[in-house]
């Protein structure tokens, strides 16, 4: 997992950098870390192998994590608001001595808290300007493993005292949809395996070859694209929506947020990746894939002449580490130096140009037609 990258950073010239912009907001959607095989097959040979669903380690700087994660946990409380009624999440292992179908790996772990260390360093003028739980939300898909994650990502974000403090978070509306079929399961198997170096799945009827595994990895990841290419505007524009009307709160001095984090599935990310137009067609959406949407502000703007609220303010885009602001499908010669888009842009694109009112309406329409 890479976990250096741009984010934070501007690449414009120094002097327009420093004088002009300022980051108000970030938006961080990730994909759950890395997990033990998410579905069961039959006769296959899964039960030689482990993943590693524990915290036990020899290195003393995980164990030393592990032990400080646990404890900090304690003070995070999950919240489900669907009928009204509170879920237990487990955000540490459970108990056990090998792993569930669908379970965050040690490893899985040890991706988020890296991750959220990194977006500690690299947005630490939001963090370190005294971050509170009205400056921060999260949200999750209801599975367990994305829960882990997000907790594990804010181990990472945050300092003790401000966990100590409580974050609540909830899993009321992010969904995702899995792809069905006995090719996804197979490429599953596969791909977990792969990523823990361990022999290729095996059977009554013999073992997997190499070049059948790239084959079912390659068929997997068309499939993906394809099942999302259609519908990938009715599947993430909610999330869009969402993220661009805490822009305009943040624009309207209507929000304190500084920080927010999304926590869901592959199926979550690559919709999204698919409707901007930077979805990477030749590999399978990695885990602990982070997509940010940062929110600057160009404080030097002649506020005089502005015609709502979002002048001035500017939105960027980077996956994995990544500025990809410049090969979204909507920005054009709106774009500054390739890496900043305006606000209402998003705003223009999400509601094919009526405005921010019209947004939901234009979801709506999609819904009907699909």
Known sequence: ?????????????????????????????????????????????????????????????????????????RHIIPREFVRNARTNFHLVPTPGSRCRIGQLTQRGFLQHFALGKHMRTAYKTLIDSGIKTSNLHVRSTQVTRCVQSAAAFLYGLLTKDVIMNGVCFDSSQLTHTAPKGSGFSLADAIYTRYCHNLPLPCGPGGCVTPSLAARAMDSALWALAQNYTGIADVASNPMLIQMAKRMIDKTQQK??????????????????????????????????????????????ADTSEQKDSADGFYFRVLVNGEVVTNKMKFCGDSLLEDELCPVRELISWLSDGKGLEEMDKKYMSLCSTT
């Open 1 to 73: 997992m890479r976990t250096a990258g741009a984010e934070g950073l501007l690449n414009l010239e120094s002097h327009l950098d420093k004088q002009r912009f300022r980051l108000e907001m970030t938006q961080v959607l990730i994909r759950h870390g890395d997990r033990s095989p998410a579905v069961y097959i039959p006769h296959m040979d899964n039960g030689n192998y482990d993943f590693d669903c524990t915290f036990k380690s020899s290195d003393y700087n995980n164990k030393k994590m592990f032990e400080e994660y646990s404890q900090s946990t």
């Open 255 to 300: 929000s304190a947020l500084k920080f927010v984090l999304y926590s869901g599935h592959d199926t979550t990310v690559t919709p999204l990746l698919i409707n901007l137009g930077v979805h990477d067609e030749t590999r399978w959406t990695p885990y602990a894939t982070r997509v940010v949407f940062e929110l600057w502000r160009d404080i030097l």
